[in-house]
């Protein structure tokens, strides 16, 4: 059974840096591209970064570019989204998600994680 968890997010004012992290089991996560996707109440789900299965590639919404950064450690089965001088617009609900194929948009991900929120206030 594949589970996605994330953790990191919370309450950070704007210009703040958040760094969330996820965790995947059940599935042999080297081989996945994995991203990170976001959502806020009455908005689709938006791609906001992805990353190849050896982490040599990396895309990202041009709103993020600059201040995220994607990585992973394919030793801990770990992905996280370093994001740094927050802005309220980037309030939203984070998940983590499994890909066999590269790119931004949300619709090819196949595995999700339940999300976790980030909130950057004004």
């Known amino acids: 059974q594949v589970q996605v968890v994330e953790s990191g997010g919370g309450l950070v004012q704007t210009g703040g840096s958040l760094r969330l992290s996820c965790t995947a089991s059940?599935?042999?996560?080297?081989?996945?591209?994995m991203g990170w996707v976001r959502q806020t109440p009455g908005k689709e789900r938006e791609g906001v970064s992805c990353i190849s299965p050896s982490g040599r590639n990396m895309a990202y919404e041009d709103s993020v570019k600059g201040r995220f950064t994607i990585s992973r450690d394919n030793t801990k089965n770990t992905l996280y989204l370093q994001m740094n001088s927050l802005k309220p617009e980037d309030t939203a609900l984070y998940y983590c998600?499994?890909?066999?194929?590269?790119?931004?948009?949300?619709?090819?991900?196949?595995?999700w994680g339940q999300g976790t929120q980030v909130t950057v206030s004004a």
């Open positions: 998600a499994a890909s066999g194929y590269y790119g931004l948009l949300p619709g090819p991900y196949t595995y």
């Open positions: 059940g599935l042999t996560f080297a081989i996945w591209n």
